[in-house]
């Protein structure tokens, strides 16, 4: 059974930067992808960003692009998000998850808040 483990998240003011942590346990080879969601208050969970274990490959919401960059280390079974020049509107609880691909995460974590004020 994978445990995710999310750290990092907080306040910050528009502008600034903030790097997320999402640790894993127990993970398979199954389970390639690894990346986060996010949900505002009132709005569905959305896609931010995912990358896969076994290459390396990025994937990222265009809402995102060119601000935030997801990254990985493999002896550590931890992925990163560095969440650059936030804007309010990425305030948010982010989600790690993984499974086999982006629209197959079926493991999560207890979620980290980020708040952007502007």
């Known amino acids: 059974q994978v445990v995710l483990v999310e750290s990092g998240g907080g306040l910050v003011q528009a502008g600034g930067s903030l790097r997320l942590t999402c640790a894993a346990s127990?993970?398979?080879?199954?389970?390639?992808?690894m990346g986060w969601f996010r949900q505002a208050p009132g709005k569905e969970r959305e896609f931010v960003a995912v990358?896969?274990?076994?290459?390396?490959?990025?994937h990222y919401a265009n809402s995102v692009k060119g601000r935030f960059t997801i990254s990985k280390d493999n002896a550590k079974n931890t992925v990163y998000l560095q969440m650059n020049s936030l804007k309010p509107e990425d305030t948010a609880v982010y989600y790690c998850?993984?499974?086999?691909?982006?629209?197959?995460?079926?493991?999560w974590g207890q979620g980290t808040q980020v708040t952007v004020s502007s």
């Open positions: 998850g993984t499974g086999p691909a982006s629209n197959l995460f079926a493991s």
């Open positions: 127990g993970r398979t080879f199954s389970e390639d992808a």
């Open positions: 990358i896969t274990w076994s290459e390396g490959t990025t």
